[in-house]
């Protein structure tokens, strides 16, 4: 489809969402990740077709968690789109916090969202979030200097070989670091990476009876390997880096190795945004004792607080916005690498977007075969690889971030950070009445 058949085509794709009918302007939250900096640069497009006015509200993501969290519980009316994510989703909706998004339309093609992300914002079968983007996680390399330091990154490294490479590859006479990981402390900040990294050295968050594992020597060994090796071999104010963070020092070329999100993907390999699109290369998430969940699985949604007032006119947003001709209009404006990922099957079955994206073979297949019920090596009652599904998490999961970022501050020994974590978790799933 043509940019101006695509324009032409949006008044009637709109209709059935009152477009034109009455123009309202919307508040719309999001994170300020690079694909939502590039939705927010091409909805003027969605605007001039519906006659619609956003306000954006663009903020740093634990931020972003914080304001909408206690918005919508509050049901305080601030907002009237949110960026959300997997964990988020089937909570709120649970708790009919969320519009159910199930009505957007035939055209919508709801048969060609990839079954375990649409599964993934689900509840009782409702989806109550509509997916922008999704996300495995994978290890970025500099080809370059594993070539010229005689290395060879296997297809599935374990965290053991990392650690060699980090040392090998490490120049801070350069400004090179071999283990650039996120710091920043926060449930989806640097836990996002830890609680993977636990899985693969074989740890867990809860036993089977919801007891908190977090002085088990999987979790201290794990985490002794993190704070060891970021220190000797990451950059200098590691507990101020989270994803973008980290994202920009590996494009500056400051990175020999990062593990985050194959979602960084489009902008590493975009010569425009990255100065190492052509030297980066890709192998999986590190194991160690287990490969069970060493990869995580997320989404970055759109959802519709049933707080706002403007309900039709946002799911004219959201359908816009997560349709597969907003997908060809990131590929013809942008370029198909950075087109977003993760979410549709028809973007993985477009010759222009395969071609320009060497990861996305590697990414399908991460997205579609992710299995959130069985993150762990032991048995475990909950779901989630990076996170645990239950709404207690996301202020267990911030407190123990803050605990082992202060461990790598030197605030703390590893083990100390670790008893204070299990204490605080122990004492929040005691108030909260778990076992349920």
Known sequence: MTITRFLCALPAAMLGFGALA???????ATVNNADMIIMQRLSPRWEQATGHKLNWVVLEENVLRQRATTDIATRGGQFDIITIGSYETPIWGRQNWLLPLDELGQDYDYADLIPTVKNGLSHNGKLYAVPFYAESSFTYYRKDLFDAAGLRMPERPTYDQIAEFAAKLTDKSKEIYGFCQRGKPGWGENMAFVGPMVNAFGGRWFDEKWEPQLTSEPWKKAIAYYVKNLRDYGPPGATANGHNENRALFATGRCAMWVDATSAAGYIFNPKESQVAEKTAFAAAPTQVTANGSGWFWAWALGIPSSSTKAEAAKSFVKWATSKDYIALVGSEVGWVSAPPGTRSSTYA???????????????????????????????????????????????????????????????????????????????????????
């Open 22 to 28: 009455h123009a309202e302007t919307l508040t719309i």
């Open 350 to 436: 477009n010759p222009e977007y395969v071609k320009a994206a060497p990861f996305a073979k590697v990414v399908h297949e991460s997205i579609a075969n992710a299995d959130i019920t069985k993150p762990t090596k032991d048995p475990v009652p909950y779901v989630g690889i990076q996170y645990v599904a239950i709404p207690e998490f996301q202020g267990i999961g911030t407190v123990v971030g803050q605990q082992i970022a202060a461990a790598l501050a030197g605030q703390m020994t590893v083990d100390q950070a670790l008893d204070s974590a299990q204490r605080s978790t122990a004492r929040t799933m005691k108030q909260a009445g778990y076992p349920k």
